[in-house]
């Protein structure tokens, strides 16, 4: 009997593990500078992921909120990145006004959305790319 509670008591170590790492994570990335909520929908899936993207100084980085990889999931250069669509519309599921901005990058699409304070910051982010050797020509 006493390797049942040794068994239960190592699940529990391990869940806790796994809990304070998640949490870790998830104030890391939620605290981060430049950090915001931001769902996240591939072209061509109809299934969202709830996220949080984070701007560098030259790429946008999304992370799902379930998961535990530190890396994120999505990664885009600022000048890969294309905004195809814009449409403002109030969330089903919270009831608050959203913006779902199509995105090209890297050969795909993606459907973001943000609220309108996150959009702003993203046009102002996108906008201010500093200019590229190309550019100059």
Do not use: K, N
């Not at 605290?31 to 709830?50: A, D, N, Q």
């Not at 949080?52 to 530190?70: E, I, K």
């Not at 195809?84 to 993606?110: C, F, K, P």
Request: hydrophobic share 40%; proline share 4%.
């Amino acid at each position: 009997m006493d390797w049942v509670w040794g068994a239960i008591g190592s699940l529990v170590v391990v869940a806790g593990l796994v809990l304070a790492v998640y949490l870790t994570r998830f104030r890391a990335i939620v605290t981060r500078v430049g950090s915001f909520e931001c769902s996240l929908r591939e072209s061509g899936s109809r299934r969202w992921r709830e996220g949080y993207a984070s701007y560098g100084l030259d790429r946008l980085d999304w992370f799902p909120v379930a998961s535990l990889r530190v890396r994120p999931r999505h990664s885009w250069r600022r000048g890969d990145l294309e905004v195809e669509r814009v449409e403002r519309r109030v969330s089903r599921q919270t009831g608050r006004d959203v913006v779902d901005v199509e995105i090209h990058a890297a050969g795909a699409r993606y459907h973001l959305v943000v609220v309108d304070e996150a959009y702003s910051g993203l046009r102002s982010w996108l906008e201010s790319a500093p200019p590229t050797p190309a550019s100059f020509q």
